[in-house]
């Protein structure tokens, strides 16, 4: 039986303001901002928008218990229009913007993905898909992974474990050996091949309440695990926090562990993480075409500070260098331990 999201439940969580509220609440924990202070650190501001990260809507055939979107097989009206699409193309061909990274939901449930992928890359762009696996395996997908290789699209795959239960536990049953067919099946096609010039980056996020291990180390442990039993390459492993927004969110409520995991996060607050968290580079742009200094403030409802362009249609790179970081609670998540980002550890 399919999980309902947040949404379809009519949860209170569905509500992004209620969600900030929350975090907000938490008044055992210092703010973001007055931690940066603390610190002897500035406001967070932009560089420059180097990243789009375009989130092309919330419909997806999965329901992970982690998932801070609270995609789902029931967010059928969360799905970016053409119109749109042509917006961020326009934003990105009139910029220098070199990277679109095309997250969702699952990005290739949208009707208009692979038109969009082919445009971009007439434009000579590096694009990002970042791919639940499971749906290469999916009836009327099962052609996307050679779609992807022919349009040379970078895969940033999500796979929590190298363990059947633990990924299973999160992303439902069944998910693991899905995934495993999906990675081999990228793999024949040349992903993660050595020379192919195919990128396949997987992402790894903590089942439960831990922060994520030294990345190399995970890294080298995943590499051998799957190689020994699947014999499936890769390019690199990213390991990324689980973020107290949406289904997560709701999950440590329901565990009475928000107070605990939170405090968690601001407690491994690192300094040093904070001059390369990913709001610095990166833009985000939800499925609407409104913008966001992050995909986790897009989620909450938190727009572009005051001054700043709301829509991509007005998108001005000048404008957006050098904005001030709309910040709250949930910012310790990019900044505990080694910090995370779509890229992976910061540090």
Request: glycine share 6%; hydrophobic share 35%.
């Amino acid at each position: 039986m399919t999980q309902l999201s947040l949404l379809r439940q009519g949860h209170e969580l569905a509500d992004p303001a209620v969600q900030v509220d929350r975090l907000n609440g938490a008044t055992f924990v210092l703010g973001f901002a007055e931690t940066l202070a603390a610190h002897q650190l500035p406001v967070l501001t932009s560089e420059k928008v180097e990243i789009l990260q375009i989130n092309v809507g919330k419909l997806c055939n999965q329901t992970c218990s982690h998932c801070h979107v609270d995609a789902g097989p029931d967010r059928h009206a969360e799905n970016m229009q053409r119109e749109t699409f042509e917006d961020c193309l326009a934003a990105v061909a009139n910029s220098d913007i070199q990277t679109v990274d095309i997250t969702g939901g699952a990005p290739e449930m949208n009707p208009h993905f692979r038109w969009f992928v082919e445009e971009l890359r007439k434009l000579d762009r590096h694009v990002i898909d970042r791919c639940n696996l499971t749906i290469l395996m999916a009836n009327g997908y099962e052609d996307t992974g050679q779609f992807l290789a022919d349009q040379q699209v970078e895969v940033v795959a999500s796979l929590p474990c190298y363990l059947e239960e633990n990924t299973d536990a999160q992303r439902g049953d069944g998910v693991f050996q899905k995934s495993i067919a999906a990675l081999q099946k990228l793999n024949a096609l040349g992903y993660g091949q050595p020379e192919s010039g195919l990128e396949l980056s997987l992402v790894f996020n903590p089942v439960g309440t831990g922060l994520p291990p030294d990345q190399q180390s995970l890294e080298d442990a995943y590499r051998e695990q799957l190689r020994s039993r699947f014999q499936i390459e890769f390019t690199r492993l990213y390991t990324v926090t689980n973020m107290p927004i949406s289904r997560y969110l709701e999950d440590l409520i329901r565990q009475e562990k928000f107070e605990d995991y939170l405090t968690k996060l601001a407690n491994a607050f690192n300094p040093a993480t904070v001059a390369g968290v990913m709001c610095r580079t990166t833009l985000s742009v939800d499925y609407r075409g409104y913008l966001y200094d992050c995909d986790f403030n897009q989620m909450l409802d938190l727009p572009l500070a005051e001054g700043q362009p709301r829509h991509i249609r007005d998108f001005n790179a000048d404008l957006l260098a050098g904005r001030e970081i709309v910040t709250a609670r949930h910012c310790f998540g990019c900044t505990a331990g080694a910090g995370s980002s779509c890229q992976g550890a910061v540090t």
